[in-house]
């Protein structure tokens, strides 16, 4: 059995956020690897109109390329539409039938775990790792095994905040991706 934790996210972009709990909790449950798993279209958020999804993909991809213990799983960009994980997992698990899966998320998306398609179904197949993220909340009904990690302040929407007020992200992305985004003037406005 291979132990594989999966950290299903937007990345728009990739942030060190993503990396470090990923990392943490590779480390903390003695994972063999993580997949960073992009969602083509998101089930609850807004992507700026004509974005392509594919920057997406590239950035996430940069933002993994040096650790041989990370991965991206391009599942969602294959199937296209819109991503709910319960659909993503059951093909993963058929596809992968030796391997167990635990799906990491941050606490704003414990907070929202109620809302996500076919939530009861989902957590008959999936073990959910839950790690804290600054001003969430990290109860919650649903099983879920928590990861201590330290805490990170730091997202998507500020990193886009930041390049379109011409403000430097050196340090909370990776060179490559912050290369990425520089050279593809995303975020610009
Ligand atoms: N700083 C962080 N601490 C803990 N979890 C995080 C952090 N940043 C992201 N995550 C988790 O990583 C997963 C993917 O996050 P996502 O790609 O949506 O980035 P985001 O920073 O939340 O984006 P945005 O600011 O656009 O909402 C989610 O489960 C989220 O909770
Ligand atoms: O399936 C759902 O209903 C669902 C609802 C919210 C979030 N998710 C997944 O949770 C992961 C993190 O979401 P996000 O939006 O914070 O990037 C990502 O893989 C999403 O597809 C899934």
């Known amino acids: 059995m291979k132990r594989i934790g999966i950290l299903g996210g937007t990345f728009n972009p990739p942030h060190l956020g993503h990396l470090a709990i990923a990392n943490e909790v590779l480390h903390a449950l003695e994972l063999d690897k993580v997949w ?60 992968y039938p030796d391997h167990q899966f635990y799906f990491i998320i941050g606490g704003d998306m414990i907070e929202y775990l109620p809302k996500w398609h076919r939530i009861d179904e989902l957590v008959e197949v999936v073990n959910f790792v839950g790690v804290q993220r600054p001003g969430f909340d990290i109860e919650t009904p649903y099983p879920i095994q928590r990861v201590e990690i330290p805490q990170l302040e730091i997202s998507s929407s500020f990193i886009r905040d930041r390049v379109t007020k011409h403000e430097t992200i050196r340090y909370f992305v990776p060179d490559t991706v912050k290369r990425y985004i520089e050279e593809n003037h995303l975020y610009e406005s």
């Not at 993994?64 to 709910?84: A, C, H, L, R, W």
């Open 36 to 95: 960073f798993l992009p969602s083509y279209i998101p089930p609850h958020k807004e992507i700026k109109k004509g974005m392509n999804p594919l920057h997406r993909l590239s950035m996430i991809e940069r933002a993994v390329k040096d650790n041989e213990q990370f991965e991206v799983q391009p599942i969602e960009f294959e199937k296209k539409g819109t991503s709910y994980t319960i659909e993503t997992m059951q093909l993963l698990q058929e596809m």
